[in-house]
């Protein structure tokens, strides 16, 4: 691991990571879990969005032009990569994935800095089981851009989160990555702890 993914996962753990023995939190999904990851409390912070920006940047495909995601817990994420990607030789713009889709002037799925035939990656805070990432791989795909990779900030390894969104990935032929699993920020949990 890089000094800078050690300090982006010790932001993590610090920020975003909840977990109290005997408590159990709620998930988007429904379903009740003994932690909880809050990354927009890490990808707001001001001292992890040049982490982010760079980390999720080195990531991208020389090809892609733009990021985005589902809005909220993309759009932190892709507006530090576009701000970082400024300075470097691959600039990106960044754009968000709607809810539901515009319902005057362009109706679209899309608001931001993408136009159909565009190279995107798609980002996302967390992932458990991988819907809303897959959701806004479809939405782009409406809009006409090539999605070539997913990148997330952390895969709960849940639910068959990683599983799903590969296959669908795989489909349009574009690859996933995550930068932490849960396995790592609990270890780090842990050995803050001691």
Not at 79 to 104: D, I
Not at 160 to 187: N, P, W
């Amino acid at each position: 691991m890089t000094p800078k993914e050690e300090e982006l996962l010790r932001l993590l753990v610090r920020l975003s990571y909840f977990r109290q023995p005997g408590k159990q939190f709620r998930l988007a999904s429904g379903r009740m879990s003994d932690y909880y990851i809050e990354c927009s409390l890490t990808t707001t912070n001001p001292a992890a969005i040049p982490l982010i920006g760079a980390l999720v940047h080195a990531r991208l495909p020389t090809a892609a032009v733009a990021i985005g995601g589902p809005t909220m817990g993309a759009d932190p994420i892709a507006a530090a990569v576009a701000f970082h990607s400024a300075g470097t030789p691959h600039p990106v713009s960044w754009f968000s994935v709607r809810k539901a889709a515009k319902e005057h002037g362009a109706t679209r799925w899309l608001e931001g800095s993408a136009k159909a035939g565009d190279a995107v990656v798609v980002v996302e805070d967390v992932i458990t089981s991988g819907g809303s990432v897959i959701e806004a791989v479809r939405k782009c795909h409406a809009e006409g851009l090539r999605v070539l990779r997913a990148v997330v900030l952390v895969d709960r390894e849940e639910d068959g989160g990683r599983a799903r969104v590969e296959k669908a990935l795989a489909e349009v032929g574009a690859d996933f990555e995550a930068l932490f699993t849960r396995s790592q920020i609990e270890r780090a949990w842990q050995a803050a702890r001691g």
